[in-house]
Nanobody, 115 residues
Framework: QVQLVESGGGLVQPGGSLRLSCAAS????????MGWYRQAPGKQREWVAS???????IYADAVKGRFTISRDNARNTVYLQMNSLKPEDTAVYYC?????????WGQGTQVTVSS
């Protein structure tokens, strides 16, 4: 019943910006912590950023200062604003939350940073 749907990925040049969205359904969104992860081909999935139900944010060192996670509880949506993008940011980006001791993931959205 819980569903997360990412959108907003695409192709951007190095130094460019992109905003990802994750729309949630099946949960009381405002009380859930949310996170963004990413996975490049052949690599481990890595954590990118998290935001608590209260709005506290934390970031992986690789994206700190460039990415901003936020949420709009009225729209049941979490965002990832990505600035100063680098080729190494290329990956499939996934939205995540925890429900009853299990992880719930979206389908992912592709971000490609290339000239």
């Amino acid at each position: 019943q819980v569903q997360l749907v990412e959108s907003g990925g695409g192709l951007v040049q190095p130094g460019g910006s992109l905003r990802l969205s994750c729309a949630a359904s099946g949960i009381i969104f405002r009380i859930f912590d949310m996170g963004w992860y990413r996975q490049a081909p052949g690599k481990q999935r890595e954590w990118v950023a998290s935001i608590t139900s209260g709005g506290t944010t934390i970031y992986a060192d690789a994206v700190k200062g460039r990415f901003t996670i936020s949420r709009d509880n009225a729209r049941n949506t979490v965002y990832l604003q990505m600035n100063s993008l680098k080729p190494e940011d290329t990956a499939v980006y996934y939205c995540n939350t925890g429900v009853g001791g299990r992880s719930v993931w979206g389908q992912g959205t592709q971000v490609t940073v290339s000239s």
